[in-house]
């Protein structure tokens, strides 16, 4: 993975690296390699404790970690502020479980000092893991990224997701192209060349018609609706791997 980081930032300096490691971070600072230093002065907090309760030490895969974001070099945003006070994003499926940090984001210097806020969506409660959500300021500071993506999770029927349903596709269709106030507003948009409410239009058609005629179920696991304790790709050799890297 520090060969993969490495070759991305010769490309370019904007590099983010962001997912479940199932690693455990500690309070230490960050000792960065004396190459690094004009890095510290720009942001003299990787300098100080890590914000956040953690277990007592890193475990194997969170030392890898905090070995990449060292020499590659990355911010290992955990515990770093801006929102991230070291929170847990593992919670379990079985309860009572100690809640855990194991996503983190590694981001580039450049794409740190336009990072707003870092929180953890609890919203999204389907999974035994939390999301991570992070948001960037690039208007000046990055003028080449593409402003007209959406710019924010949409977070509408919580715990539902669509489900289509042949049966119900005739009374589905007409409710989008008879919903008038919306496609007026969709239409709109779209001559005016806004983008972000384009898209909020547009995704408003759908859950609205998904919603009338019962194309929306209940959000589910597979493993929950087979009744497993864990996720079914879940074996023995993951279980060993685990044991491995702690």
Same mark, same amino acid.
């Given at each position: 993975?520090?060969?993969?980081?490495?070759?991305?930032?010769?490309?370019?300096?904007?590099?983010?690296?962001?997912?479940?490691?199932?690693?455990?971070?500690?309070?230490?600072? *960050? %000792?960065? @390699?004396?190459?690094?230093?004009?890095?510290?002065? &720009?942001?003299?907090?990787?300098?100080?404790? !890590? +914000?956040?309760?953690?277990?007592?030490?890193?475990?194997?895969?969170?030392?890898?970690?905090?070995?990449?974001?060292?020499?590659?070099?990355?911010?290992?945003?955990?515990?770093?502020?801006?929102?991230?006070?070291?929170?847990?994003?593992?919670?379990?499926?079985?309860?009572?479980?100690?809640?855990?940090?194991?996503?983190?984001?590694?981001?580039?210097?450049?794409?740190?000092?336009?990072?707003?806020?870092?929180?953890?969506?609890?919203?999204?409660?389907?999974? *035994? %893991?939390? @999301?991570?959500?992070?948001?960037?300021?690039?208007? &000046?500071?990055?003028?080449?990224?593409?402003? !007209? +993506?959406?710019?924010?999770?949409?977070?509408?029927?919580?715990?539902?997701?669509?489900?289509?349903?042949?049966?119900?596709?005739?009374?589905?269709?007409?409710?989008?192209?008879?919903?008038?106030?919306?496609?007026?507003?969709?239409?709109?948009?779209?001559?005016?060349?806004?983008?972000?409410?384009?898209?909020?239009?547009?995704?408003?058609?759908?859950?609205?018609?998904?919603?009338?005629?019962?194309?929306?179920?209940?959000?589910?696991?597979?493993?929950?609706?087979?009744?497993?304790?864990?996720?079914?790709?879940?074996?023995?050799?993951?279980?060993?791997?685990?044991?491995?890297? !702690?």
């Amino acid at each position: 993975m520090q060969h993969d980081v490495s070759e991305a930032l010769s490309d370019s300096q904007h590099v983010i690296l962001v997912g479940d490691f199932n690693a455990h971070s500690d309070n230490l600072p *960050d %000792h960065f @390699p004396e190459g690094h230093v004009a890095m510290l002065s &720009r942001f003299p907090e990787l300098g100080i404790t !890590r +914000l956040g309760q953690y277990k007592g030490r890193a475990n194997t895969a969170g030392r890898c970690l905090r070995d990449i974001a060292l020499e590659t070099p990355l911010i290992l945003t955990t515990g770093r502020g801006k929102g991230d006070n070291g929170q847990p994003t593992f919670f379990g499926y079985n309860p009572p479980v100690n809640p855990s940090r194991t996503e983190h984001i590694l981001m580039s210097t450049a794409l740190f000092s336009c990072c707003k806020q870092i929180s953890v969506l609890h919203e999204f409660d389907s999974a *035994d %893991h939390r @999301p991570l959500l992070c948001r960037f300021s690039c208007q &000046r500071s990055l003028p080449h990224i593409d402003l !007209r +993506l959406p710019g924010h999770i949409q977070r509408r029927g919580k715990g539902k997701h669509m489900v289509w349903r042949d049966e119900h596709k005739d009374a589905f269709v007409p409710h989008m192209l008879e919903n008038e106030t919306v496609l007026q507003s969709f239409r709109n948009s779209i001559r005016n060349q806004e983008h972000q409410s384009c898209y909020k239009h547009f995704l408003d058609l759908i859950t609205l018609a998904a919603d009338s005629t019962g194309m929306t179920a209940r959000q589910m696991s597979r493993r929950m609706q087979l009744g497993l304790s864990m996720a079914p790709w879940y074996d023995a050799t993951c279980r060993d791997y685990k044991r491995r890297i !702690r």
